[in-house]
């Protein structure tokens, strides 16, 4: 079980956000797609789930169907400081918390101890 999946597909930024879950001991599951995310979510239940807004794989659409779905999970999500109009999709379409992709990354362990400690 997974305490929390990603909607991410930069190799990049999923290595640094498995690294730090590693080394907190946090079970996080990274997806490059909508799709088996959903699945998963399914089987799993997993505390959070955290969307990166510059995927490729329609990331806003995926956060209407997560939300419509599982509306009490909570989302967040992360992008560029400057698409300030993205932002503002991503939280209409039921995303909890929007960030600018550095101060996810500043807060990417407190993220993920939070959804670590939620209970089962």
């Given at each position: 079980m997974a305490d929390a999946l990603a909607l991410v597909d930069d190799l990049?930024?999923?290595a640094k956000m498995l690294e730090t879950a590693k080394q907190l001991n946090v079970r996080l599951r990274t997806f490059p797609s909508a799709a088996p995310?959903?699945?998963e979510i399914v089987k799993n239940s997993p505390h959070i789930v955290i969307v990166?807004?510059?995927a490729k794989?329609?990331?806003v659409e995926a956060?209407?169907?997560l939300h419509s779905?599982?509306?009490d999970l909570p989302i967040v999500a992360f992008l560029s400081?400057?698409?300030?109009?993205?932002?503002?999709?991503?939280r209409s379409a039921g995303c909890a918390r929007v960030l600018p992709r550095s101060q996810f990354t500043r807060e990417l362990a407190t993220?993920?101890?939070q959804a670590k400690s939620q209970p089962q």
């Open positions: 990049f930024f999923q995310l959903l699945a990166d807004l510059n794989c329609q990331p956060i209407v169907g779905k599982f509306p400081h400057v698409q300030t109009d993205l932002a503002e999709r991503a993220i993920l101890l």
